[in-house]
C-alpha cells in the first residue's frame, strides 16, 4: 500500500528513469536497436525492481501515465541516436508495453503523436507485448497492434515460447518480430531438447515471415549454438547489460 501511494507520486513527480540493452546482429555485434528498460529509484527503499512496480502500476491503472512518459522519452532518444548514426545505421528503440496500455482508446494516436514530437519515422520504434497479454485480450489489442503496423510501426512478441500460442492464431498475430524468451537460451547449451525447441521456433518464424531474437543471451556458448540453429539476433549480457541513456549514445558513437 505504502509503496502504491509512492508510485501515484512518482508518476506526478516522473522520477523514472530509462536504461537501454542493445539488440545486436550477433555474428558482429553490430547494433540494430536498444530495449527501454524502465527503472525507479524510491528516496528511501532505493531501486524497486520493474517486475514489482509495474505489476502494481497494471493493478492501479498508473502504468498509462508511467506507459506514456516511457514511450515519449523513448522516442526522444532514438531521435537523439538517429542525429549521432547520421547517414549510417538507423537504430530503433523496442518499448514493452502492456495490455492495459493496448486496451485504453488512443493508443495509435499517443504512438503516432510522440513520433511526430520527436521528428522520428514508424520504423525507430517497435514494441513488445507480452504472448500471454495478446493471447487474453486479442480482439481490442490485435486492431490497435494492426492499425500500428499499418503505420510502420513493428511488433514483437515478447517472451515468446513462454505463452500458448496455437499455430493458427500465430498465422493471424499482426506482429513482425518473435523474442524468444531467455528461458530457452539459458537451458540451450545443456540439453538437445531445448536446442530442438529453438530450432522449431526458429523455423516457424521462418514459415511465418517473422524475424526471431534471442533474449538473454550471456555465454559465447549459447551465442554460436543460437546461430548454427538460424538465429541471427540476439541481447543480453554477453553483449551488453541494459545501459544509462547517456552510455547507450557514447556506444552507437563507436566505429560499428
Ligand atoms: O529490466 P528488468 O529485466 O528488471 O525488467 C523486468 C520486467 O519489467 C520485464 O518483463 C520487462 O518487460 C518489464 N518492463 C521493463 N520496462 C517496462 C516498461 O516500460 N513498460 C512495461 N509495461 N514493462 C516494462
Ligand atoms: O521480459 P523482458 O524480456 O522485457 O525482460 C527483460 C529483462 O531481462 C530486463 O530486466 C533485463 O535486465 C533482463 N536481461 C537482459 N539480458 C539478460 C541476460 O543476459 N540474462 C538475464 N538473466 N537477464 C537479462
Ligand atoms: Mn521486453
Ligand atoms: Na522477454
Redesign the pocket.
Known amino acids: 500500500l505504502e509503496l502504491r501511494a509512492a508510485l501515484a507520486r512518482a508518476v506526478s513527480e516522473r522520477t523514472f528513469t530509462l536504461d537501454y ?1 542493445p539488440i545486436v546482429v550477433m555474428g558482429s555485434g553490430a547494433i540494430l536497436g536498444f ?1 527501454a ?1 524502465v527503472r525507479w529509484r524510491h528516496p528511501t527503499l532505493g531501486f524497486v525492481p ?1 517486475a514489482e512496480f509495474v505489476a502494481i502500476a497494471e493493478e492501479t491503472g498508473l502504468i498509462e501515465a508511467i506507459g506514456d512518459w516511457v514511450l515519449h522519452e523513448a522516442v526522444r532518444a532514438v531521435a537523439g541516436w538517429r542525429q549521432v548514426r547520421a547517414g549510417r545505421a538507423t537504430p530503433y528503440v523496442s518499448v ?1 508495453v502492456s495490455a492495459h496500455q493496448l486496451r485504453a482508446p488512443a493508443f495509435v494516436d499517443k504512438v503516432s503523436a510522440a513520433l511526430t514530437a520527436a521528428g522520428v519515422d514508424p520504423s525507430g520504434v517497435m514494441l ?1 507485448i ?1 504472448e500471454s497479454s495478446l493471447l487474453r485480450d486479442d480482439d481490442r489489442a490485435w486492431a490497435e497492434l494492426a492499425a500500428l503496423r499499418r503505420i510502420g510501426v513493428r511488433v514483437a512478441i ?2 515468446f515460447g513462454t505463452g500458448f500460442s496455437s499455430l493458427s492464431y500465430l498465422q493471424r498475430m499482426p506482429v513482425d518480430v518473435l ?1 524468444i ?2 528461458s530457452f537460451t ?1 537451458t540451450i547449451s545443456g540439453s538437445p531438447r531445448q536446442r530442438a525447441l529453438v530450432e522449431a521456433i526458429v523455423g516457424l518464424a521462418g514459415t511465418l515471415g517473422l524475424e526471431v531474437i534471442a ?4 555465454s559465447r556458448v549459447e551465442r554460436d549454438l543460437l546461430g548454427d540453429l538460424g538465429c541471427p539476433y540476439g ?4 553483449f551488453s ?2 545501459l544509462a541513456a547517456a552510455a547507450a549514445t557514447a556506444l552507437l558513437s563507436g566505429p560499428t
Do not use: A, F
Open positions: 540493452q530495449e528498460l520493474p514493452n513488445e507480452t515478447d517472451d523474442k524468451d531467455r539459458s533474449e538473454g543471451v550471456e541481447q543480453g549480457y554477453l547489460r541494459p
